[in-house]
C-alpha cells in the first residue's frame, strides 16, 4: 500500500499546479479546468486522509464535492460558451465584469 505521505504530497503538487494554471493563463477554459484540478486534489487528499484514519465518511463527502464540481464545470462552461457567441474570444482580461 502506497503511504499517505506520498498521496498527499501528489495531491498538494496537482494543487499547486492547478493553482499556477489559473494565476497564469488567460484563457477561461484553462483556468476552468485548472479549477477543477484543484478540486481533484482535495478529493485525492480527502480520500486518503479517510482511507488512512479508517472513516468511510470522507468517500461520502467526496461523492458531494464531484457533484457540486461537475454543476461547477456545466454553469461555467455555459457561461463560457456564451460569452464567446457574444465576443468571439475567450480570454479572462475581456470579462473582467459580466455586464455585456
Known amino acids: 500500500m502506497i503511504p499517505v505521505d506520498w ?5 498538494t503538487v496537482l494543487f499547486c ?3 499556477i494554471g489559473v494565476a497564469i493563463r488567460r484563457n477561461a477554459i484553462v483556468a476552468l479546468m485548472s ?8 478529493i485525492l ?3 486518503a486522509s479517510a482511507a488512512h ?4 465518511n470522507g468517500q ?3 461523492l458531494f ?5 461537475a454543476a461547477e464545470a456545466s454553469v461555467g462552461l455555459a457561461i463560457i460558451t ?11 482580461d475581456q470579462y473582467s465584469s459580466l455586464k455585456w
Do not use: P, Q
Not at 498521496?7 to 495531491?11: D, Q, T, W
Not at 479549477?35 to 481533484?40: G, Q, R, S, V
Not at 484514519?53 to 468511510?56: C, K, R, Y
Open 7 to 11: 498521496i498527499l504530497l501528489l495531491a
Open 17 to 19: 499546479i492547478g493553482g
Open 35 to 42: 479549477i477543477e484540478l484543484m478540486l481533484n486534489a482535495g
Open 45 to 47: 487528499a480527502l480520500v
Open 53 to 56: 484514519h479508517g472513516d468511510l
Open 60 to 62: 461520502v463527502v467526496v
Open 65 to 69: 464535492i464531484m457533484m457540486i464540481a
Open 82 to 92: 456564451t460569452a464567446f457567441r457574444k465576443h468571439s474570444e475567450v480570454d479572462l
